[in-house]
Structures are given as structure tokens and as C-alpha cells.
């Protein structure tokens, strides 16, 4: 049973009940040439050595008829050394770190957009509000700032040109086709928008680039997708749409009475913002003055303003109406066009009006 399959170089383990190859010198010589790992092998080598059979036990190699034994002797003492050495050589290589220098920045991945021809009183505020209608601009991963330049002459005096950097290369496709060749207030020339193209200058220093911690790339992540999500996190954690902020109320006035007098729309949404306050940071409260249910949006600063909001204004009284109050859908515009002829219709009531020195008829 722990015999030895002479014929194929395989022997009987019968703790594991399976044939095994017999590690020889001839099976490590081919074993190094092929694959050059010793470590392993010379490992499996000593367990087989102690698992070797008494020295009584007959063992049987095969070797060819023609091959003396003080080949394969000289074979096994000197491979090792050349394999050991070769994967030395090729660990240092992988450990050795690369010399810091210059990067290419592909193009498909370049989010920067040069802009020249614009005007010289320029400043950097209204650079970036004007660059921010076709993009977000990105911003540093250390500071939070903006990521923009520009140029300016030895006297620190704008010279029309800049460049900013957007979080999508989309945006830059955008500022071209709505800016280039437009001819901006206070400038003498048209704009002319393009990619920005960068130019290798110098001798690449690592001292003057922070290296990029991980911590820091994960907030910049998190800013990013903040960025591009409609949702946000509530006060308790809970991600909440950014429109549950606005509250929808019906029933607040009726659109005839804002053509005997157009200021009650004024003192209506004076009147509901002063109730609004109460609750907490009111940002805007719009007047659909053509909506036939009377509707009025009040965006709020937080979610649970606009949660109370509900509470408060659901059923109660208001000019005589009852309102109804919920958090907007996102999708319903309340928004009503003027029909041509409603337009009509108003201008010449007006034009009566004017004709007949400011009174209006009262109807019996």
C-alpha cells in the first residue's frame, strides 16, 4: 500500500489516501526550469524527505538510458541559484517606486474650459456666476474653492482671459454653444470659448503637490453626489426630496379678484409669508394669480418647517376659503399661460379704464 508507482514517479501517501509525484532532484530540476519558484518546492522537498520510507525500503527513479546521474546532479546545484536570483531581480523591480513626473491629461476625462474676450473690469465673482449658468463648477478636495484662474498682467490688472473647471465635461459643450461669440457688456471683442489645453512646463517638482489622502477624495465624492442628488438628509438622518421643502396651498383667493385690484395679490403674499415666518426660514411664496384654485407655493428653509406648514394651513380660513395645504409632487406646474385672447381682452379693459379717468364700472 505505500509502495511506489515506479513506472510514472508516483508514490502511495496513506495518511491522505492518494498517489502523490515523488519529489526527486530530476522532478526539481524540471519543476525550477518551468516555473523558477524554489521556495515552495525546496519546502515540499523536506516534508517529503521526512516522509521519505526506511532506507530498507526499495525506491525506484525513473532516468534515461542515456543521461549520467552527475548531470542531473549539476543541473539541481546551480538552477536554484539562477531562478532565485531572476525572482529577486524582478521583486525589487516591482518594489522599486517610479520618479515622479509630468502627467497627460486625457482628454475625454479634461473638464476644463478656457474663455478669452472678456471684459477687462471683469471680477471673479461675476466670472463665476457667469461661467456657473452652463455647469457646477467643480471645487479643491483641501480648500472647497472654486477651481478657476485668471489671468492678470505684472500689475495684477485682468487681461479678458480665464479658465474654470467643471464637475462634467458636458458643461463644457454647453458654455460653447451659448457663449462663444457673444459680445458681453463692457468688452470690445466677441468671447471665444474652448477646451482648455495644458502645456508641460518645467521640471516636475513633488514637494510643490500635496499627495491626495483618501479622507479627502471621499468628502469631495460626497459633495459631488450631494450635487447631483434631488434628495437630502432630513434633520433625524432620513433622505428626504429636496421638493418636500415646498408646500402647495389651494383655495387662497379667486384669479377675478386680481382684476378689480392686481395689489391684492402683494398683500396676500405679504399676508402668508408673515404666517409662514412663524414656523421657521421662509425663502420664497409665489402667487399663481391665473390658477382657478387659487394656489400659492411656500418654499421653506427646512423640512420640518415645511411638515408644519401642512399642519397649519390644512382646513383653516382664509379671505372666506377654506384652505387645502400638502408638500408639491415635483411634477405639477401650477404655472397658466395668458391665451392671446385673454391678453386681448385685458388690454382693452385697461384701455377703458384709462379712457374713463381711473373708475371702473361697479356691475348691479
Request: one cysteine or more; glycine letters at 8%.
Amino acid at each position: 500500500s505505500s509502495g511506489i508507482n515506479a513506472e510514472y514517479g508516483y508514490e502511495w501517501d496513506e495518511t491522505r489516501r492518494a498517489w502523490f509525484p515523488r519529489i526527486t532532484d530530476d522532478f526539481l530540476a524540471v519543476y525550477q526550469i518551468s516555473y523558477g519558484v524554489t521556495d515552495q518546492v525546496e519546502s515540499a522537498a523536506a516534508v517529503s524527505t521526512l516522509t521519505q520510507p526506511p532506507a530498507s525500503t526499495p525506491s525506484i527513479q525513473p532516468l534515461e538510458e542515456d543521461t549520467p546521474t552527475h548531470e542531473n546532479t549539476t543541473t539541481t546545484s546551480t538552477t536554484p541559484d539562477l531562478d532565485t536570483a531572476a525572482s529577486n531581480s524582478q521583486l525589487a523591480k516591482k518594489k522599486a517606486k517610479k520618479a515622479p513626473e509630468w502627467f497627460q491629461l486625457e482628454e475625454e476625462k479634461n473638464t476644463w474650459v478656457y474663455v478669452s474676450g472678456l471684459p477687462l473690469t471683469m471680477s471673479s465673482e461675476e466670472f463665476l456666476e457667469l461661467m456657473g449658468k452652463y455647469g457646477i463648477v467643480a471645487e479643491h478636495a483641501e480648500t472647497e474653492k472654486k477651481k478657476f484662474k485668471m489671468y492678470t498682467d505684472g500689475e495684477g490688472h485682468f487681461k479678458g482671459d480665464a479658465k474654470v473647471c467643471y464637475f462634467r465635461r458636458e458643461s463644457i459643450a454647453i458654455a460653447i454653444q451659448m457663449l462663444n461669440g457673444v459680445k458681453l457688456s463692457g468688452g470690445n471683442t466677441k468671447v471665444k470659448v474652448e477646451p482648455a489645453k495644458f502645456e508641460l512646463k518645467g521640471e516636475f517638482d513633488p514637494k510643490l503637490k500635496p499627495k491626495k489622502r483618501n479622507n479627502i477624495k471621499k468628502k469631495k465624492k460626497n459633495r459631488q453626489e450631494n450635487l447631483l442628488d434631488w434628495r437630502e438628509r432630513a434633520g433625524g438622518g432620513e433622505l428626504k426630496d429636496k421638493h418636500a421643502k415646498i408646500v402647495i396651498l389651494h383655495n387662497c383667493f379667486d384669479p377675478k379678484e386680481f382684476l378689480e385690484d392686481a395689489c391684492q395679490i402683494t398683500e396676500i403674499r405679504d399676508d402668508i409669508r408673515e404666517e409662514c415666518e412663524k414656523l421657521g426660514p421662509t425663502k420664497k411664496v409665489i402667487i399663481f394669480d391665473r390658477h382657478p384654485q387659487g394656489v400659492v407655493s411656500v418654499k421653506f428653509g427646512t423640512y420640518e418647517a415645511a411638515d408644519e406648514a401642512v399642519k397649519l394651513f390644512q382646513g383653516r380660513w382664509f379671505g372666506g376659503k377654506q384652505i387645502a395645504a400638502a408638500l408639491w409632487d415635483g411634477v405639477t406646474d401650477y404655472a397658466i399661460e395668458e391665451t392671446e385672447g385673454e391678453r386681448e381682452a385685458r388690454l382693452a379693459s385697461w384701455h377703458k379704464f384709462i379712457e374713463d379717468g381711473g373708475e371702473r364700472e361697479n356691475a348691479v
